[in-house]
C-alpha cells in the first residue's frame, strides 16, 4: 500500500520549529513594541466625529490599522503611524489599532463614549401646602443621559443642595425626605441634572427641572370662635365676628361666613397669627325662623368651622292709641294696644284674653286724668325666652281754672314801703291766665314778682283765672299799715337828748383842766416873804392886809 499522506513526523517537524521561532524572537532581541491608540477613551457627542491615531516604536512596522465597525477614512500615514477620520459616531464602541513588528502583531484599544443630555428633568408634582412639622418626600425623574458614571441628579430648595445622587436606572428616580418649616415658606424646590465631563476638558452640564414653589401652614385643631346674636328681630341687623388664633399664615387664610344658603360679605383683617373675619346679619322676613350660621376658616388644604344657631324673629309692636289724644272734661276716651300674633298684651296690668289680641281700656275723662300716662307691655316668647317691649301714650284732659285757696291767701297785712311777693296759683288745661285787679280803682296788682307797697295798695282785690274751659274769681284784701309818727318823734327826742349829753359831758372836762393852769409871780421888795398863789381875779400890785 501506498500512503496517502505525509509520514506523522515529517507533517509536525516544521509547525513546531515556527511556533519556537515566534516565541523565541522577542526574546532574542531584547526587547518588545507596543500600538498605541489615541485619544484614550474619547467622549463624543451622538453623530460626530472622532480623529484617531494609531502609533507604535516598531522601527520597522507594517500594516497599521484600524479596525471598527465605524465608517473610516485614512487621512495620513508616515513611519509608524496612521491617522483614521471616524464618522457619525452613534452610540458606545470600541476601536482596535494594530501592526506587525517583525512579522509579530501588536494591537492596541481605545473606548468611544457617546454623551448624551437627559431628555427629561422632572420634579414630581407635589401638594402646595405642607403642613408646618411634617415630612414630605421630593421626587425627581432624569431621563436619558450618558454616560451615566458621570450624571448625577441634585435636589435643591432655591440654591441649596438636599441631595445629589448618581443617576441609576431608566429613568433614574431620586428621592429625598424634607422637614416642612416656617422658613419653607414660599421657597422654590427644583431637581437638576449635571453631567460632569470636565475631565474629559468638554466641562459640566446641566439641566434643571422647572420650579415647584411650596406654601407651608400652620391651622389649630381648635374650631374658630363665631360670636353671634341669639335672637334677631326681622328688618335689622346685627354683626358677627369669627375669630382664630394660632394661624399662619392668618394673611392667606380664606374665611367664609354663610347664613342659611346665603354667603354673607365679610372683612377680614389679621394681625400677627390672629385672624378676624366681621359679617352684617341682616334679618329678612324671609329668614325667620331658626338659622344656622358657619364660619369656615381654610389654609392650605385643611379646614376648620364652627357653626351657631340664630333664632329671627317677627316682633310688632306693641302699638297704642288714644280715641282723641285732647278731650274735654267728661268725655269718654278708649285706650288700644294692639301687638303680633303671638304677642301678648297687658294694658295698665290688665291683660288681653289671648296673645294676639287687642287690650282695651275705656274710661271718662276727668281733671284727674289730665297727663294721665298708660302703659302696655308686650311678651312674645321665641326659642324658650321671654322677649318684653314697653310702649305709653298720654291723655290731655281740658278743663277749666281752678283758685287753690291754700295756693292763694284771701287776706294780706303787709307794712308800707316794704318789698313783698303775691303768691297765687291756678291750674287749668289750657294754663289759665291770672289776673288781680283793684276793686273801685281797677289798678292792677302784680303777682308772682317783687314790688314796693305803698297805702294805695290798700283795698280789696277781685283775682279772675281764665282759659278756654271758663273762669274762676276769688277776692283778695290787702291791708297796708302806715308807719307810726310817735314813735319816729321819740326817736328823734331821744337822738337830741344823747347828743346834748354827749356835748355837755365834753365842756365840763374842758373846764376842769383849765381851772388847774394857774400863774405864779416873785415880789421882789419883800423876800423874806414866801411865794403864794395869785388868783385871777386879784389886781397885780396889791398886798394883803
Same mark, same amino acid.
Given at each position: 500500500?501506498?500512503?496517502?499522506?505525509?509520514?506523522?513526523?515529517?507533517?509536525?517537524?516544521?509547525?513546531?520549529?515556527?511556533?519556537?521561532?515566534?516565541?523565541?524572537?522577542?526574546?532574542?532581541?531584547?526587547?518588545?513594541?507596543?500600538?498605541?491608540?489615541?485619544?484614550?477613551?474619547? &467622549?463624543?457627542?451622538?453623530?460626530?466625529?472622532?480623529?484617531?491615531?494609531?502609533?507604535?516604536?516598531?522601527?520597522?512596522?507594517?500594516?497599521?490599522?484600524?479596525?471598527?465597525?465605524?465608517?473610516?477614512?485614512?487621512?495620513?500615514?508616515?513611519?509608524? !503611524?496612521?491617522?483614521?477620520?471616524?464618522?457619525?459616531?452613534?452610540?458606545?464602541?470600541?476601536?482596535?489599532?494594530?501592526?506587525?513588528?517583525?512579522?509579530?502583531?501588536?494591537?492596541?484599544?481605545?473606548?468611544?463614549?457617546?454623551?448624551?443630555?437627559?431628555?427629561?428633568?422632572?420634579?414630581?408634582?407635589?401638594?402646595?401646602?405642607?403642613?408646618?412639622?411634617?415630612?414630605?418626600?421630593?421626587?425627581? !425623574?432624569?431621563?436619558?443621559?450618558?454616560?451615566?458614571?458621570?450624571?448625577?441628579?441634585?435636589?435643591?430648595?432655591?440654591?441649596?443642595?438636599?441631595?445629589?445622587?448618581?443617576?441609576?436606572?431608566?429613568?433614574?428616580?431620586?428621592?429625598?425626605? &424634607?422637614?416642612?418649616?416656617?422658613?419653607?415658606?414660599?421657597?422654590?424646590?427644583?431637581?437638576?441634572?449635571?453631567?460632569?465631563?470636565?475631565?474629559?476638558?468638554?466641562?459640566?452640564?446641566?439641566?434643571?427641572?422647572?420650579?415647584?414653589?411650596?406654601?407651608?401652614?400652620?391651622?389649630?385643631?381648635?374650631?374658630?370662635?363665631?360670636?353671634?346674636?341669639?335672637?334677631?328681630?326681622?328688618?335689622?341687623?346685627?354683626?358677627?365676628?369669627?375669630?382664630?388664633?394660632?394661624?399662619?399664615?392668618?394673611?392667606?387664610?380664606?374665611?367664609?361666613?354663610?347664613?342659611?344658603?346665603?354667603?354673607?360679605?365679610?372683612?377680614?383683617?389679621?394681625?400677627?397669627?390672629?385672624?378676624?373675619?366681621?359679617?352684617?346679619?341682616?334679618?329678612?322676613?324671609?329668614?325667620?325662623?331658626?338659622?344656622?350660621?358657619?364660619?369656615?376658616? *381654610?389654609?392650605?388644604?385643611?379646614?376648620?368651622? *364652627?357653626?351657631?344657631?340664630?333664632?329671627?324673629?317677627?316682633?310688632?309692636?306693641?302699638?297704642?292709641?288714644?280715641?282723641?289724644?285732647?278731650?274735654?272734661?267728661?268725655?269718654?276716651?278708649?285706650?288700644?294696644?294692639?301687638?303680633?300674633?303671638?304677642?301678648?298684651?297687658?294694658?295698665?296690668?290688665?291683660?288681653?284674653?289671648?296673645?294676639?289680641?287687642?287690650?282695651?281700656?275705656?274710661?271718662?275723662?276727668?281733671?284727674?286724668?289730665?297727663?294721665?300716662?298708660?302703659?302696655?307691655?308686650?311678651?312674645?316668647?321665641?326659642?324658650?325666652?321671654?322677649?318684653?317691649?314697653?310702649?305709653?301714650?298720654?291723655?290731655?284732659?281740658?278743663?277749666?281754672?281752678?283758685?287753690?285757696?291754700?295756693?292763694?291767701?284771701?287776706?294780706?297785712?303787709?307794712?308800707?314801703? *316794704?318789698?313783698?311777693?303775691?303768691?297765687?296759683?291756678?291750674?287749668?288745661?289750657?294754663?289759665?291766665?291770672?289776673?288781680?285787679?283793684?276793686?273801685?280803682? !281797677?289798678?292792677?296788682?302784680?303777682?308772682?314778682?317783687?314790688?314796693?307797697?305803698?297805702?294805695?295798695?290798700?283795698?280789696?282785690?277781685?283775682?279772675?283765672?281764665?282759659?278756654?274751659?271758663?273762669?274762676?274769681?276769688?277776692? &283778695?284784701?290787702?291791708?297796708?299799715?302806715?308807719?307810726?309818727?310817735?314813735?319816729?318823734?321819740? &326817736?328823734?327826742?331821744?337822738?337830741?337828748?344823747?347828743?346834748?349829753?354827749?356835748?355837755?359831758?365834753?365842756?365840763?372836762?374842758?373846764?376842769?383842766?383849765?381851772?388847774?393852769?394857774?400863774?405864779?409871780?416873785?415880789?421882789?421888795?419883800?423876800?423874806?416873804?414866801?411865794?403864794?398863789?395869785?388868783?385871777?381875779?386879784?389886781?397885780?400890785?396889791?398886798?394883803?392886809?
Amino acid at each position: 500500500m501506498v500512503p496517502l499522506g505525509p509520514l506523522p513526523g515529517a507533517c509536525w517537524t516544521p509547525l513546531i520549529s515556527l511556533l519556537l521561532g515566534c516565541c523565541l524572537l522577542p526574546g532574542v532581541q531584547g526587547q518588545e513594541f507596543l500600538v498605541r491608540v489615541e485619544p484614550q477613551n474619547p &467622549v463624543v457627542p451622538p453623530g460626530g466625529s472622532l480623529l484617531v491615531n494609531c502609533s507604535t516604536d516598531c522601527p520597522q512596522p507594517t500594516l497599521i490599522n484600524l479596525e471598527t465597525y465605524l465608517f473610516k477614512e485614512l487621512v495620513g500615514k508616515g513611519l509608524g !503611524w496612521a491617522a483614521f477620520q471616524l464618522s457619525n459616531v452613534t452610540g458606545d464602541t470600541e476601536v482596535l489599532c494594530s501592526s506587525f513588528c517583525n512579522n509579530l502583531q501588536m494591537n492596541g484599544s481605545s473606548e468611544i463614549t457617546v454623551y448624551r443630555f437627559p431628555e427629561r428633568v422632572e420634579l414630581a408634582p407635589m401638594s402646595p401646602w405642607k403642613p408646618v412639622g411634617k415630612n414630605f418626600i421630593l421626587r425627581c !425623574w432624569v431621563e436619558g443621559g450618558a454616560p451615566r458614571a458621570h450624571l448625577s441628579v441634585l435636589l435643591l430648595r432655591g440654591e441649596d443642595v438636599l441631595s445629589k445622587q448618581l443617576a441609576v436606572g431608566e429613568p433614574a428616580e431620586v428621592t429625598t425626605t &424634607v422637614l416642612a418649616g416656617r422658613n419653607d415658606h414660599g421657597a422654590n424646590f427644583s431637581c437638576r441634572s449635571e453631567l460632569d465631563l470636565r475631565h474629559q476638558g468638554l466641562g459640566l452640564f446641566q439641566n434643571s427641572s422647572a420650579p415647584m414653589q411650596l406654601r407651608t401652614f400652620v391651622l389649630p385643631v381648635t374650631p374658630p370662635r363665631l360670636v353671634v346674636p341669639r335672637f334677631l328681630e326681622t328688618e335689622t341687623y346685627q354683626p358677627v365676628d369669627c375669630t382664630l388664633d394660632g394661624l399662619f399664615p392668618a394673611s392667606e387664610a380664606q374665611v367664609q361666613v354663610v347664613l342659611g344658603n346665603q354667603m354673607l360679605n365679610s372683612t377680614v383683617t389679621s394681625h400677627g397669627d390672629k385672624l378676624t373675619a366681621t359679617a352684617t346679619v341682616t334679618a329678612s322676613k324671609e329668614l325667620e325662623g331658626t338659622q344656622e350660621i358657619v364660619c369656615n376658616v *381654610t389654609l392650605g388644604d385643611v379646614s376648620q368651622e *364652627t357653626r351657631e344657631n340664630l333664632t329671627i324673629y317677627s316682633f310688632w309692636g306693641p302699638v297704642m292709641n288714644l280715641s282723641q289724644p285732647t278731650v274735654p272734661q267728661g268725655t269718654t276716651v278708649i285706650v288700644n294696644c294692639t301687638a303680633g300674633a303671638r304677642v301678648q298684651v297687658t294694658l295698665d296690668g290688665v291683660p288681653a284674653a289671648t296673645p294676639g289680641q287687642t287690650a282695651q281700656l275705656q274710661l271718662n275723662a276727668t281733671e284727674k286724668d289730665d297727663r294721665r300716662i298708660f302703659f302696655c307691655n308686650a311678651t312674645l316668647e321665641v326659642d324658650g325666652m321671654v322677649l318684653h317691649r314697653n310702649r305709653s301714650i298720654q291723655l290731655r284732659v281740658l278743663y277749666g281754672p281752678r283758685i287753690d285757696p291754700a295756693k292763694c291767701p284771701q287776706r294780706l297785712m303787709w307794712k308800707e314801703r *316794704t318789698t313783698q311777693v303775691f303768691r297765687c296759683q291756678a291750674r287749668g288745661n289750657p294754663d289759665p291766665q291770672l289776673q288781680c285787679l283793684h276793686i273801685g280803682s !281797677w289798678a292792677q296788682m302784680p303777682v308772682g314778682i317783687p314790688f314796693l307797697v305803698s297805702l294805695n295798695y290798700s283795698g280789696t282785690y277781685r283775682c279772675r283765672a281764665a282759659n278756654s274751659q271758663g273762669t274762676h274769681t276769688v277776692i &283778695v284784701a290787702m291791708n297796708v299799715q302806715a308807719r307810726n309818727p310817735s314813735i319816729v318823734t321819740t &326817736v328823734m327826742v331821744v337822738v337830741v337828748i344823747l347828743t346834748s349829753l354827749v356835748l355837755i359831758v365834753a365842756l365840763v372836762c374842758t373846764f376842769r383842766v383849765k381851772k388847774r393852769s394857774d400863774t405864779y409871780h416873785v415880789n421882789k421888795g419883800s423876800t423874806w416873804l414866801p411865794l403864794t398863789s395869785r388868783r385871777p381875779d386879784e389886781t397885780p400890785g396889791e398886798e394883803p392886809s
